[in-house]
């Protein structure tokens, strides 16, 4: 996430944002392992994940433009990360784009 650059407070932002996004990213795994653990069915268990997910970004969202970009830009680093030999976001800072 970049924001405009506003002193001392845009720095927290983006820090408090960089660390919400890995801490959510590492979540998912652990998320994604227990439902291996569980043994469960990984298309339904996937698909009901990310119909959740979607479901409340979409609400959550001021408007469907808002939903589609950041539901775009989602899938374009996901796509980007499917060729890391781990599958796992990387913590270091600009890998993600």
Do not use: W
């Amino acid at each position: 996430m970049t924001l405009k650059n506003r002193g001392n407070e845009s720095s927290k932002a983006d820090a408090k944002a960089h660390d919400d996004f890995f801490t959510a990213a590492k979540m998912m795994v652990a998320m994604l392992e227990e439902f291996e653990a569980r043994e469960m069915n990984t298309g339904p268990a996937l698909g009901g994940a990310l119909t959740q997910l979607i479901t409340h970004l979409i609400d959550v969202s001021p408007d469907v433009p808002s939903a589609l970009g950041l539901l775009s830009s989602c899938i374009a680093n996901a796509a980007y990360q499917s060729e890391s030999p781990t599958l796992v976001i990387p913590d270091p800072d600009g890998l993600i784009h």
